[in-house]
Nanobody, 123 residues
Framework: VQLQASGGGLVQAGGSLKLSCSAS????????LGWFRQAPGKEREFVAS????????IYADSVKGRFTISRDNAKNTLYLQMDRLKPEDTAVYYC?????????????????WGQGTLVTVSS
């Protein structure tokens, strides 16, 4: 399974970006999907997750109310709409496929990872 994340870039604080993550084959349609991020010098941290039906979602407190995770199983694509971006959102964002069908914030529950896309938010 290969995951391809895209949509990162440079944006001013308060702006928006939408990340996409495409899977190489029909996988993850029965699995939870998630977004994580890693800032320079920091550990990878959970951002958001969505269950396989798309009905259940989990967000990190730091992004709740600003980010929205969604998925299109017919297109094998995961999305992350990021609004009201802050400089502290600057990081490489990774998409991942969980071993389980429900949304989960636990990094160890994910077994396939994309290569990451860089998001830079300027102040």
């Amino acid at each position: 399974v290969q995951l391809q994340a895209s949509g990162g870039g440079l944006v001013q604080a308060g702006g928006s970006l939408k990340l996409s993550c495409s899977a190489s084959r029909r996988t993850g349609s029965n699995n939870g999907l998630g977004w994580f991020r890693q800032a320079p010098g920091k550990e990878r941290e959970f951002v958001a997750s969505i269950g396989w039906k798309g009905a259940s979602t989990i967000y990190a407190d730091s992004v709740k109310g600003r980010f929205t995770i969604s998925r299109d199983n017919a297109k094998n694509t995961l999305y992350l709409q990021m609004d009201r971006l802050k400089p502290e959102d600057t990081a490489v964002y990774y998409c991942a496929v969980s071993r389980y069908p429900t949304a989960t914030s636990r990094l160890e529950n994910y077994h396939y990872w994309g290569q990451g896309t860089l998001v830079t938010v300027s102040s």
